[in-house]
């Protein structure tokens, strides 16, 4: 199993800045794709920005030119850098990964989800 922990939300002022970091951990597996969505309170799950291990990534449009994804592949690391932020981006965020690991020998395929981490502007 893939586990993974993010850290880095909290409280800020609108125009203000949070750097959001996650990192798996577990036993022998392959990231390929990593992610991070949010949900906020009666919405659903939206992807906000996801990036390859090759580093392409992808941007909802709401946070096209304020949010930066990037990864650390030797640290299986993928942060999100939120600058100009709005009470609208106020939510729980969600790193997500996928790729293989190793069950007896065997490499499957696998999607971790990790525990969420609350962001909310208001000020």
């Known amino acids: 199993q893939v586990q993974l922990v993010e850290s880095g939300g909290g409280l800020v002022q609108p125009g203000g800045s949070l750097r959001l970091s996650c990192v798996a951990s577990?036993?022998?597996?392959?990231?390929?794709?990593m992610a991070w969505y949010r949900q906020a309170p009666g919405k659903e799950r939206e992807l906000v920005a996801d990036i390859t291990a090759r580093g392409t990534w992808n941007y909802v449009d709401s946070v096209k030119g304020r949010f930066t994804i990037s990864r650390d592949n030797a640290k299986n690391a993928v942060y999100l850098e939120m600058n100009g932020l709005k009470s609208e981006d106020t939510a729980a965020y969600f790193c997500?990964?996928?790729?293989?690991?190793?069950?007896?020998?065997?490499?499957?395929?696998?999607?971790?989800w990790g525990q969420g981490t609350q962001v909310t502007v208001s000020g």
């Open positions: 997500n990964a996928d790729g293989l690991i190793d069950v007896g020998g065997s490499w499957q395929t696998f999607t971790s």
């Open positions: 577990g036993s022998q597996f392959k990231i390929n794709g």
